[in-house]
């Protein structure tokens, strides 16, 4: 079984890895606010093991507590092994970045009048990473299968994201 402490700032996953499926997710209580232009939130992540995956997004609820987002329906993600991000599917996986590691703060924006979401490495605005997204009551995800501390910052402390304009090199 899956042990979650969390907080406001922090949670922390302690797990064993045969469990199906073979991830703990956590989500917040509350969707993302659909009022506003942009809603926007990070992660940073302070401990992960080189074979622990660690995935970043958004997900509907009920969500399986032992899937990664962006393998089941109305999900999207981005994972830590190589950078790949997902919807609905992990057959759906593309490249999408450079694999994430200790330290590294993964950002994720989404825009409710287009159902656009976005993701941010470190402050930087990567590309568009999916689009059709405006009809679902979405829930900031985070998800592992090893041991991992990954702290969510909600807009309680400033951010790293510098601008939401997509960065020239992706």
Request: proline fraction near 8%; charge should be positive.
């Amino acid at each position: 079984r899956s042990k979650l402490s969390p907080s406001a700032e922090a949670a922390v996953v302690h797990k064993r890895p045969t469990e199906e499926g073979g991830a703990c997710t956590i989500q917040s209580n509350l969707p993302l606010p659909k009022s506003n232009d942009i809603y926007y939130w990070e992660s940073k992540i302070f401990s992960k093991p080189e074979a622990t995956t660690i995935a970043i997004g958004l997900s509907t609820k009920p969500y399986p507590s032992f899937r990664f987002p962006g393998y089941c329906k109305h999900s999207v993600a981005i994972f830590s092994q190589d950078g790949f991000k997902c919807y609905n599917h992990p057959l759906n996986a593309q490249s999408y970045g450079a694999p994430f590691v200790k330290g590294d703060v993964v950002g994720v924006g989404f825009r409710p009048r287009t159902g656009s979401v976005f993701f941010t490495r470190n402050g930087v605005r990567m590309a568009e990473a999916f689009t059709g997204l405006q009809s679902y009551n979405l829930f900031p995800t985070i998800s592992a299968d090893g041991a991992a501390e990954v702290h969510g910052n909600f807009g309680q402390a400033g951010f790293c994201l510098v601008n939401t304009s997509p960065s020239p090199r992706h």
